[in-house]
């Protein structure tokens, strides 16, 4: 009787530990939320990075190639390496041969990476709640506390980007 109440304990945490790990790895059926462009060094990638769930998601591979890195991948794991001579050699004349040099901050630029911080936490808010109040306006598009929310939040928006090319700027 032990016997088969442990493995019928043990059968059952086995069973919910999996559905739980189960259910909370996944993005399949998560709706988009947002799309934003790519830029590295300046250069504007093909694909976009989404928003979902709040979460940024970018194409690692067209970042870590146009970065000047090597990337592999290997069974579930994402590899961004610096190209070696062999690896580095290129036709075209603008492709990034390998990464840029760190460079111990000036703290001034620290506080206002900060700051970038912080500005781009409230735009990631803006739009959640920008595309929140559009879907409730779709359901109820006569609502106009709705209507003004929505207007309220894309002047926060508008705000928000001028605070942030305003510290880009510095």
């Known amino acids: 009787m032990k016997k088969i109440a442990a493995g019928f304990i043990a059968g059952a945490i086995l069973m919910v530990g999996a559905q739980a790990l189960g259910a909370s790895a996944t993005l399949v059926g998560k709706a988009i939320q947002a799309e ?8 504007k990638l093909a694909d976009p990075a989404i928003v979902i769930d709040g979460k ?7 970042i870590g ?15 961004l390496e610096e190209k070696t001579g062999a690896d580095s050699s290129s036709s075209d ?4 041969v390998g990464p840029v040099p760190i460079v ?12 970038i911080e912080v500005i781009d936490t409230k735009i990631d808010t803006a739009v959640n709640n920008i595309l929140a109040t559009s879907s409730l306006l779709k359901a109820s598009p006569d609502s106009a506390d709705l ?3 929505l207007e309220q939040y894309k002047a926060e928006y508008a705000d928000l980007l001028k605070q942030k090319d305003l510290e880009l700027q510095k």
């Not at 934003?36 to 250069?43: A, F, I, M, N, P």
């Not at 004349?93 to 990034?96: A, F, G, R, V, Y």
Request: charged content about 25%; aromatic content about 8%; hydrophobic content about 35%.
């Open 147 to 149: 209507k003004l929310k």
């Open 93 to 96: 004349k603008n492709t990034i």
């Open 65 to 79: 190639e146009l970065a000047g890195f090597k990337v592999s991948v290997e069974g579930k794991t994402i590899s």
């Open 104 to 115: 111990t901050p000036d703290p001034a630029l620290t506080v206002t990476k900060s700051k």
């Open 36 to 43: 934003y462009t790519v830029k590295v060094y300046g250069k």
């Open 56 to 62: 940024s998601y970018a194409p690692v591979r067209a």
